[in-house]
């Protein structure tokens, strides 16, 4: 049973850091690409950040660049998002989705950029 299971969210003030952790199982980590998506009221899901499988690639989109690092230990099957100088339009809940062979969702987790 396939199982992607966010933590680290919560309330953060603006300027403030989060790191994010997604601790995968039941498919082969090592060869997934993982990524992290976001989605705000009444708005789209979109894409955050993405790490490949092999070299480790990274992406990400142009509003968290330099403010966000994706990075993965497949040793302990888990990805993580570091979040640094979070801003209130950094509200969302924020998901991990794992691509091998299926695609495959986490039920996200709650951040809230306020002061």
């Known amino acids: 049973q396939v199982q992607l299971v966010e933590s680290g969210g919560g309330l953060v003030q603006p300027g403030g850091s989060l790191r994010l952790s997604c601790a995968a199982s039941?498919?082969?980590?090592?060869?997934?690409?993982m990524s992290w998506y976001r989605q705000a009221p009444g708005k789209e899901r979109e894409l955050v950040a993405r790490?490949?499988?092999?070299?480790?690639?990274?992406n990400y989109a142009d509003s968290v660049k330099g403010r966000f690092t994706i990075s993965r230990d497949n040793a302990k099957n888990t990805v993580y998002l570091q979040m640094n100088s979070l801003k209130p339009e950094d509200t969302a809940v924020y998901y991990c989705k794992a691509i091998q062979a299926r695609i495959y969702w986490g039920q996200g987790t709650q951040v809230t950029v306020s002061s």
């Open positions: 790490i490949t499988s092999t070299v480790g690639s990274t």
């Open positions: 039941g498919f082969t980590f090592s060869r997934a690409t």
